[in-house]
């Protein structure tokens, strides 16, 4: 079983930025897409940006423009960078295979955009 660990989350001031890391191992990046995923309170999880093994980068109109989803396979890890939040991206974050999750998931990390 494939352990994620995000980090990075925190208070944010609407239009602040931030910058979120996945650590898994090597394997997860080489071998699959990959995406960060969210979910707000009362909300269905939803996917916010994926990349592909090849480096090809995806997003909702909801954030495209916005975030910015890299990875660093040697170093095992993974960044979501997130500019001009605002309060609707409040959420807890995770990262996991796109976009078919597998069944677990990290403990995720909580952004909260709020003056």
């Known amino acids: 079983q494939v352990q994620f660990v995000e980090s990075g989350g925190g208070l944010v001031q609407p ?3 931030v910058r979120l890391s996945c650590v898994a191992a090597q394997s997860m990046f080489v071998f699959n897409d990959m995406g960060w ?3 707000a309170p009362g909300k269905q999880r939803e996917l916010v940006a994926s990349i592909t093994i090849g480096g090809l980068t995806n997003y909702p109109d909801a954030v495209k423009g916005r975030f910015t989803i890299s990875r660093d396979s040697a170093k095992k890890t993974m960044y979501l960078q997130m500019n001009s939040l605002n309060p609707e ?3 807890d974050y ?3 295979r796109a ?3 597998y ?3 990290g ?3 909580q952004v909260t955009v709020s003056s």
């Open 15 to 17: 239009g602040g930025s």
């Open 37 to 39: 995923y969210r979910q």
């Open 89 to 91: 991206d409040t959420a």
């Open 94 to 96: 995770y990262c996991n």
């Open 99 to 101: 976009p078919r999750p």
């Open 103 to 105: 069944d677990w998931w």
């Open 107 to 109: 403990q995720g990390t």
